[in-house]
């Protein structure tokens, strides 16, 4: 199966900061990646899938890159609502299997 | 908008079986999967299974001999059964609709303790 590590684990950042995170698959995946961000007591929200392409009504702050192996998801200039945790997420065409990397935390500086 | 609504049991005692039910409402969700993921207390994301529109089934090589998830598509309604549940089945339990391999859409999630 394909492993998901993400890092740093956590993320000391203030506001107005550009921020950056790792995704780095065990084998190659395309651009089969996704990004999301959880807040405390929430369910999940798509940001961007397929390694770049913004979820509509996702803030354009945010930018994901990257293909293969290792991928990157880019806060450009951090604000308030942004502090939360954030998961990769990989779809395996065969066998049909999905993960999710450990997930980074931005938190306040 | 799709909507999704989770609903279950509250505490369950080791070796019983989880149930859980997702309601779908506010739009078609052919072509989807139907997902089912957890989330351990403080820990992060776990896919358990999914359930596609033509009742083809996949899960986590970890549970598979545990799981089982079914789909009333007349109803907008899937399900998710876990079977000899441990403490270590405590989490969130989100269900969630998926296209192209991620998910848009995901319901509240709900706690499932798991106690003796």
């Known amino acids: 199966a394909i492993q998901l590590t993400q890092f740093p684990s956590s993320l000391p950042a203030s506001i107005g900061d550009r921020v950056s995170m790792t995704c780095r698959a065990s084998q190659g995946i395309n651009r089969a990646l996704a990004w999301y961000q959880q807040k405390p007591g929430k369910a999940p929200k798509l940001l961007i899938y397929g390694a770049s392409i913004l979820q509509s009504g996702v803030s354009s702050r945010f930018s994901g890159s990257g293909s293969g192996t290792d991928f990157t998801l880019t806060i450009s200039s951090l604000q308030s609502e942004d502090f939360a945790t954030y998961y990769c997420q990989q779809f395996n065409n065969y066998p049909h299997e999905f993960t999710f990397g450990g997930g980074t935390r931005v938190e306040i500086k | 908008q799709v909507q999704l609504q989770e609903s279950g049991p509250g505490l369950l005692r080791p070796s019983e079986t989880l149930s859980l039910n997702c309601t779908v409402s506010g739009g078609s969700i052919s072509d989807y999967y139907w997902t089912w993921i957890r989330q351990s207390p403080g820990k992060g994301l776990e896919w358990i299974g999914y359930?596609?529109?033509?009742?083809?089934?996949n899960y986590n090589p970890s549970l598979k001999s545990r799981v089982t998830i079914s789909v009333d598509t007349a109803n907008s309604h899937f399900s998710l059964k876990l079977t000899s549940v441990t403490t270590a089945d405590t989490a969130v339990y989100y269900c969630?609709?998926?296209?192209?391999?991620?998910?848009?859409?995901w319901g509240q999630g709900t706690l499932v303790p798991v106690s003796s």
């Open positions: 359930i596609y529109q033509n009742g083809r089934t």
């Open positions: 969630a609709v998926g296209a192209a391999g991620t998910f848009g859409y």
